[in-house]
């Protein structure tokens, strides 16, 4: 289980110095204990996430021209203990390039084991860029309809979301699912992912800088309270 802590040092009204150990999954060094499945097979061409080469990638998934179904396959983490109740922001590496809006892939988290979920996740770069939409066609995955990465050109991009609602004690594992139409790919590989990272999402600088006018101004005013009460 990869264990994530924060350790924050801070006096009343003083920026403080922070140390962050972040949970860096860099696939360059293997698996690092992420596991692939087919979660929705068709009975033609199925190609899981694969390792090689220092990256987990698919070569995508197409059923035409057998019976028309769709595709859905999964990359999950292990667990991750949680010892910083807050906020947390997961950074992506990874390219892909679909079948614009027909095929496309999201990621999605659990708590400690419950169901998979993006309800608490928000994007700050490189997020979704499109809907999936089946055009009338059987996709046959739950992504129709969905937000996802779609479409692209196999640039490598970083992605970045902020993860809310998590507390100390949890269990969290992040998932990327990626969902087919029945006919044609994008390009070879669909998806690629080189290196994940889950981070505490640590203040900006002006928001340091609040608490610390915050923190004076409480004891400037503690100050001038104390000093009237001696000369009474």
């Known amino acids: 289980m990869k264990r994530l ?72 983490s292990g667990a991750i203990s949680i010892s910083t109740t807050g906020s947390y922001e997961i950074t992506i590496n990874h390219s892909y390039h679909f079948e614009n809006t027909l095929d496309g892939g999201i990621l999605e988290y659990n708590i400690n084991g419950g169901a998979w979920s993006q309800s608490n996740l928000t994007f700050t770069q490189n997020g979704y860029n499109d809907t999936i939409s089946n055009g009338g066609a059987p996709i046959g995955n739950t992504l129709n309809n969905l937000s996802a990465w779609t479409g692209g050109n196999g640039s490598a991009l970083v992605s970045k979301a902020t993860l809310t609602g998590l507390n100390s004690g949890d ?12 006919s ?49």
Request: charged letters at 15%; aromatic letters at 10%.
């Open 5 to 76: 802590t924060l350790g924050l040092l801070a006096a009343i009204g003083v920026a403080s110095t922070s140390q962050i150990q972040a949970v860096i999954f860099n696939f360059a060094n293997g698996t690092e204990g992420w596991t692939a499945a087919i979660l929705v097979p068709n009975d033609n061409v199925n190609n899981p996430f694969v390792h090689s080469g220092g990256v987990w990638s698919t070569a995508g998934n197409e059923d035409f021209p057998s019976t028309p179904l769709g595709t859905e396959i999964t990359l999950t």
């Open 184 to 232: 044609e790919i994008g390009g070879t590989p669909d998806w690629s992912i080189s290196q994940v990272e889950v981070a505490v999402a640590v203040p900006e600088p002006h928001e340091y800088a609040m608490v610390a006018g915050v923190g004076l101004l409480g004891f400037a005013v503690f100050r001038r309270i104390r000093a009237r009460k001696s000369a009474v």
């Open 171 to 182: 269990s969290l594992q992040l998932r990327f699912r990626g969902g087919w139409d029945y």
